[in-house]
């Protein structure tokens, strides 16, 4: 008999069997892909830890969690500094003062400051929709250029057409600093984040490619709780219908060329081509193996947004007035349950950073033991 059946052997899951594990408790860890590490997946093409579910770059503010994370894989210096490309022009991400100089020649802050500024006064009455919106935050120039083009292709439709709350705010920093995070620490584990999960699992009994649901009642049988980390609605059979997701897909291609762009991270900010971003899984590793070599080849991934639909990989809850809604049906269900705990993004229809997964999954196992 175990302690625990844990279902989904992503981070949360890790983390949670990790801490049960090393008090004393027997686990066993499930999952319906034949890997470790769910989304933060790394799998090696060409000598390269290619990110397969997107990219993901850890960090944080929160030492306790660093120096939790740190314990099982070493981090290298990488900073997120992406770039946006629009029809060939090249601005810096998020917008600081190296998008305002390449924008209208702007060095100072205050001259930044003065054009935005002039800008947003062409909203006067209360934004409508997201065009509006964005337009009374960071004026014309900026929208056109790197908002209008990249948002309409990751919801598909016209910033006219989208509501003002998908874009409260838009960080403006007056600052020539392009780092994408204001975290203390940040980096990606060296040797990938897929050895980094299995440091997390070292010891402990995993069964890869199993289907919970195909034999629930049995794998129910043999533990006292079960920590859940997969869909809320699937648990449910969907009884009150499907939540929605963002969705992502990607095509992955090997180039027999050493540098294909030069940055992990590139915008494509222009509606006219049809990806939203091409990741260069390499600069994650500052082009070089895990030995410090160079390499000759290069991965890229285009990343197009996709409408989701029943039966597609769910990346980020939608978080909308209707889908939490329908959740707090699912979550009523959830909180009467004796056995079965439900975690994570997924569990808990609930955008996460990794940071922030992993400290669920630590408060939620110092709250059941």
């Keep these: 008999m175990y302690d625990?059946?844990?279902v989904g052997a992503g981070l949360y899951g890790a983390v949670f069997a990790r801490e049960a594990t090393d008090a004393g408790k027997k686990v066993l860890v499930i999952d319906k892909r034949n890997h470790i590490a769910g989304n933060v997946y790394t799998e090696m093409i060409e000598d390269?830890?290619?990110h397969k579910y997107g990219a993901h770059i850890f960090h944080t503010n929160n030492k306790k969690i660093w120096d939790y994370i740190t314990k099982f894989a070493t981090f290298n210096r990488f900073t997120n500094s992406p770039i946006a490309n629009y029809k060939g022009e090249i601005y810096s991400m998020p917008f600081n003062m190296y998008t305002f100089n390449k924008m209208w020649g702007s060095v100072t802050p205050e001259e930044a400051l003065l054009r935005i500024e002039e800008q947003k006064r062409e909203i006067v009455d209360?934004?409508?929709?997201?065009?509006?919106?964005?337009?009374?935050?960071v004026g014309r120039d900026i929208?056109?250029?790197l908002i209008k083009g990249y948002t309409e292709k990751q919801w598909g439709r016209e910033c006219k057409e989208l509501?003002?709350?998908?874009?409260?705010?838009?960080p403006v920093r007056f600052s020539y600093d392009n780092n994408y995070f204001n975290a203390l620490f940040q980096g990606i584990p060296i040797g990938g984040y897929t050895k980094m999960v299995a440091n997390i699992l070292e010891g402990i009994e995993i069964r890869l490619g199993v289907d919970y649901f195909a034999n629930k009642n049995e794998f129910d049988d043999i533990a006292s709780k079960v920590i859940y980390t997969g869909p809320i609605d699937r648990y449910y059979d969907y009884k009150f219908g499907n939540l929605e997701y963002r969705s992502v897909r990607f095509e992955n291609e090997v180039l027999d060329i050493s540098n294909f762009q030069g940055n992990a991270a590139v915008n494509y900010t222009d509606r006219e081509i049809p990806w939203t971003r091409i990741i260069e899984?390499?600069?994650?590793?500052?082009?070089?193996?895990d030995n410090g070599n160079d390499l000759p080849k290069t991965v890229i991934s285009r990343e197009y947004s996709s409408e989701w639909k029943p039966g597609d990989e769910p990346y980020y809850p939608v978080n909308d007035i209707k889908n939490n809604t329908l959740y707090e049906k699912y979550k009523k269900l959830a909180d009467l349950e004796k056995k079965t705990i439900f975690g994570g993004r997924?569990?808990?229809y609930k955008y996460y950073d990794m940071d922030q997964v992993i400290e669920a999954a630590l408060k939620l196992f110092d709250k059941v033991n």
């Design 143 to 145: 929208y056109e250029k």
């Design 4 to 6: 625990y059946l844990i």
């Design 281 to 289: 899984h390499k600069w994650f590793q500052f082009g070089k193996d």
């Design 346 to 348: 997924l569990g808990e």
């Design 163 to 170: 509501p003002t709350f998908i874009i409260k705010r838009l």
């Design 48 to 50: 390269i830890h290619v």
């Design 126 to 137: 209360e934004p409508k929709n997201l065009e509006e919106q964005a337009i009374s935050l």
